[in-house]
């Protein structure tokens, strides 16, 4: 029944140690979202993807990349990660764009050593 | 670009009373407003959203109302229950929703008392 599954749940990595977190849907959404969520804030968009088209928020870090390889996956590469990337990252999927309900998988928490 | 402000930040009630959450935005180009819950390590969920034409809708317990005029929304919880207790979040869909992100609210931790 989950439809929008991400792996891992807990993903540790040490300083500057290249991480790849994993987002996965069952919707056939055209849209697959990435955010930020840092303890006690809100999310922050980084990214989302419409179909094959990529869309960066502009304050979002280079350090941070994605990769949609089909409908249904959808990858957050952290290349060098710093103490400060230790966060919870959230995808979403939507339908389509600006009134569409995003839905949100569990998230994976980041923990930088 | 879009500012959501969203208050309080702490909501306490007691288990049967009504809760008030109240967001103002500032971009009058915003037309889709969502609601998430989010319980403490777990994924926001949506509870609630409503669009730009409309001005309040109502599921069971919860509504929310839009004034685009004053440019705020809110939401209401009726009879309160323990199991409301979460973080909640106001959003909003700038520019027409033609950038496809939401711009969230801080959030207000709402305890409910049995």
């Known amino acids: 029944d989950a439809m929008v599954i991400q792996n891992p749940r807990y993903q540790v990595t040490q300083f500057g140690k290249p991480v790849t977190l994993s987002c996965s849907q069952t919707l056939n959404h055209n849209v697959m979202y990435w955010y930020q969520q840092k303890s006690s804030q809100a999310p922050k968009l980084l990214f989302h993807y419409y179909d094959k088209d990529f869309n960066n928020e502009a304050d979002t870090p280079d350090n941070f990349q994605s990769r949609r390889p089909n409908t249904s996956f959808c990858f957050l590469d952290i290349r060098s990660p710093g103490l400060g990337d230790a966060a919870m990252y959230l995808c979403?999927?939507?339908?389509?764009?600006?009134?569409?309900?995003?839905?949100f998988g569990p998230g994976t928490r980041l923990l930088v050593l | 670009g879009e500012n959501v402000e969203q208050h309080p930040s702490t909501l306490s009630v007691q288990e049967g009373d009504s809760a008030v959450i109240k967001c103002t935005y500032s971009?009058?180009?915003?037309?889709?407003f969502p609601w998430y819950k989010q319980e403490l390590g777990k994924r926001p969920q949506l509870i609630i959203d409503i669009r730009s034409n409309v001005g309040e809708k109502k599921d069971q317990r919860i509504a929310v109302t839009l004034n685009k005029t004053a440019k705020h929304f809110s939401l209401h919880i009726t009879e309160t229950q323990p199991e409301d207790s979460a973080v909640y979040f106001c959003?909003?869909?700038?520019?027409?929703?033609?950038?496809?992100?939401?711009?969230f609210g801080k959030g207000t931790k709402l305890s409910v008392k049995p």
């Open positions: 971009d009058s180009a915003s037309n889709y």
């Open positions: 959003a909003a869909s700038p520019d027409g929703g033609s950038q496809g992100n939401l711009i």
């Open positions: 979403a999927t939507s339908r389509g764009l600006g009134v569409s309900r995003q839905y």
